[in-house]
């Protein structure tokens, strides 16, 4: 196939026990899907969770050194459950969900706070506070067949060793097969979709020389340097 500029490499991440990787296709994203995470920002606490996307090309994996983001004065981590769609389809049935799901991994959602809520306030999409370079840190992918489907466990993430964010998996107001359903009901799901879960009470800003460290029970940890 010949193209007219040059063509973009493909995303992937590694899978625990391969050296076969995950080619990442979309990235959607689940907001305020922990009720404590809800309250911190005083938002509407009987308002459904929701999505939003991010562009493949945002993935940066484990171990990597990110450069504090421009346009930012609060740039805040959010740590998430990832689950690694393995099958796609639409309007997929809650009590059928987890058939679709290859694997989970440990995920940061990257924010720009301070343009996030300038955007909210005055009514305008979240992209330019959750979609930029760099956005979606994403750990190896561990396949269902190795750790099983997550209901519960820990989740948190330490700022130079400090502990930022520390809650459990089964305090999603959605759980992953309640997500999947919703999600495929606004799009057709495809092997290599990422969906990232929500993130839990607790985020704050990082700065520049940080090292975050994410970590959710079975599935290891995922950690990143703010350069």
């Known amino acids: 196939m010949d193209y007219v500029v040059p ?6 991440v590694a899978v625990v026990g391969t050296s076969a990787r995950f080619p990442v296709r979309r990235i959607y994203c689940v907001g305020r899907n922990y009720l ?3 309250r911190e920002f005083g938002n509407d606490e009987k308002a459904p969770p929701f999505f939003f996307a991010k562009a493949n090309s945002m993935i940066v994996e484990d171990g990597a050194a ?4 421009p346009l930012t004065a609060n740039y805040h981590h959010e740590v998430e459950l990832v689950a690694a769609i393995g099958k796609g389809g ?3 049935a809650a009590e059928s969900a987890l058939d679709h799901v290859y694997g989970y991994a440990v995920g940061f959602d990257m924010t720009r706070r301070d343009l996030q809520q300038a955007a909210a306030k005055k009514g305008h999409p979240w992209e330019i506070g959750k979609s930029f370079d760099n956005s979606s840190p994403c750990g190896p992918v561990y396949p269902v067949a190795k750790v099983g489907h997550l209901k519960e466990g820990e989740i948190q993430v330490t700022v130079n060793g400090q502990v930022r964010q520390h809650s459990d998996l089964n305090l999603m107001m959605w759980d992953v097969p309640h997500i999947i359903s919703q999600l ?3 799009v057709t799901l495809a092997p290599g979709d990422l969906i990232y879960t929500g993130t ?3 985020v704050s800003a990082v700065v520049s020389g940080d090292t975050l460290v994410g970590s959710i029970a079975k599935l290891g940890i995922l950690t990143i340097k703010i350069g």
Request: charged share 10%; no cysteine; hydrophobic share 30%.
């Open 90 to 92: 639409a309007n997929i």
């Open 200 to 202: 839990p009470e607790g």
């Open 7 to 12: 063509a973009a490499p493909q995303p992937s």
């Open 184 to 186: 495929s009901q606004q």
């Open 36 to 38: 404590a995470h809800v």
């Open 66 to 69: 990110i450069e504090y983001p």
